[in-house]
């Protein structure tokens, strides 16, 4: 079990370019998340997934934000002409639907974004 | 909507003493999940321990316990025995148990130092 993995780490961006995050979530994982995290702030929900449904988005997801996870496993998160308050910390996490580990949700280390 | 509060913004122990975490939630839901989860300085965000709401008895893991009180919808952690490797962010998080409302909600955080 190599944990939920995202890449990349950091990203320094102009402001109205585009980023894309990945994550790679434990193996057998089958419900996927995004969340964001703001200095001194805790993380704040996107998006989730169960394999490669997307279930539910939070009205944080403007229409500049778009999720994939399209063969259920790794998921991607893409930001459009981003803006200078899009910076934060973009935390992806998984879990187990079902089994002794089904409601617990593990967290990978987080890919931080600046907008200049 | 479910909010979770933490009014301690920063706590301070000394090494080898005992501290509480407070936490309070706001919730119809009468079946959910409770978690502290443990963000260090490197940003991996940590599940400490976690409690289900229609158990009675209190949760522990080794030198982290809590006080769940569901009348008063209030989840304290206690740390006994701090260590240095304590210090960190915590996080008090709800989940719900049903339906597809699988995200987690979080507080805004305690920083918890840790002094020799």
């Known amino acids: 079990d190599t944990g939920v993995s995202q890449n990349p780490r950091h990203k320094i961006t102009k402001r109205g370019q585009n980023v894309t995050f990945r994550c790679d979530p434990i193996?057998?994982?089958?419900?996927l998340y995004w969340y964001r995290q703001t200095l001194g702030q805790g993380p704040e929900f996107l998006t989730y997934?169960?394999?490669?449904?997307?279930?539910?988005k939070s009205r944080l997801l403007s229409d500049r934000f778009s999720a994939e996870r399209p063969k259920g496993s790794f998921s991607t998160l893409e930001i459009q002409r981003t803006e200078q308050g899009d910076s934060a910390m973009y935390l992806c996490?998984?879990?187990?639907?079902?089994?002794?580990?089904?409601?617990?949700?593990?967290f990978g280390e987080g890919s931080w974004l600046t907008v200049v | 909507a479910q909010t979770v509060t933490q009014s301690q913004p920063e706590m301070s122990v000394q090494e080898a003493e005992t501290v509480t975490l407070s936490c309070t939630y706001d919730?119809?839901?009468?079946?959910?999940?409770l978690f502290w989860y443990k963000q260090p300085p490197s940003r991996q965000m940590i599940l400490v321990i976690r409690?289900?709401?229609?158990?009675?008895q209190n949760a522990t893991e080794n030198r982290f316990s809590v006080n769940f009180q569901k009348a008063a919808k209030s989840f304290s952690l206690k740390i006994s025995d701090s260590q240095l490797g304590d210090a960190a962010m915590y996080f008090c998080?709800?989940?719900?148990?049903?339906?597809?409302?699988?995200?987690?909600?979080f507080g805004t955080g305690t920083r918890l130092q840790v002094t020799l």
């Open positions: 193996s057998e994982h089958n419900r």
């Open positions: 996490a998984s879990s187990l639907v079902s089994g002794t580990t089904g409601n617990t949700i593990y």
């Open positions: 409690q289900e709401a229609y158990k009675q």
């Open positions: 998080a709800y989940r719900r148990s049903t339906g597809t409302a699988s995200k987690l909600t």
């Open positions: 919730t119809s839901e009468s079946d959910y999940y």
């Open positions: 997934f169960q394999n490669e449904a997307q279930l539910e």
